[in-house]
């Protein structure tokens, strides 16, 4: 599942401006309404203002080229500070760089708005590269991780709006299910359990999700408020 885009708030956009365009490198641009828009290889991350005296914090994850996380780790590592576990009984002390049992390896920062932001490089995936690790390295949008009070629920809309299955979760006594596939995915999760690895709470917050599906369709749901846009190729 190709997700398009993702627009979501933050308090901050100048902040968020110059960590993606000043400090990362990419080419971010203002968008109507003065919206901080990201686009990387072939997605787009939004950024619009935030209501006065809301600071929300997200989770989401960006694709990067096959066997190039250590490469994505200095590179980072040369511009911000990686996240490290502590304390997480799956991971090493101090890790800055792991690997999952799906087969993945990731490496996880915090963005200019307090995002909790994870490089993915999935062994599932033919997107290798032989260029140098640099900005057009971010390829496309990963995860978006959406809280809810009643999971279950908000699967099964989701998963029909989508068109898309579950891709890990859900079903294995996991509290997180991913509906989509190793393209990307969408990551329900109960609302106040802690993204990885700073066990930031996942709280509700407004979101736009925009993915290739079989059928155009949009979905919206009041909590967060969620819009989910499904576009069919023409």
Known sequence: MRILGVTL???DLAA???FWGERLGLPVREGAGGACEVPLRASKI?????PPGVDPRYHFAINVPRGSIAAAATWIEDRHELLAFHGDPDEEEGATV?????GASAVYFLDGGGNVVELIDNDHLTNDSDAPFGPESLLEIAEIGLATADTHATRTVIQEALSAGVLWGGEDGSLLTAIGDDDGVVIVAPTGRGWIPVALPAQPLPTTIVAAAPQTRELQLEEGPYTIRAVAPR
């Open 9 to 11: 708030a933050s308090r």
């Open 16 to 18: 968020q401006s110059a």
């Open 46 to 50: 939004r950024f619009e203002q935030a």
């Open 98 to 102: 792991v690997r999952f049992e799906r």
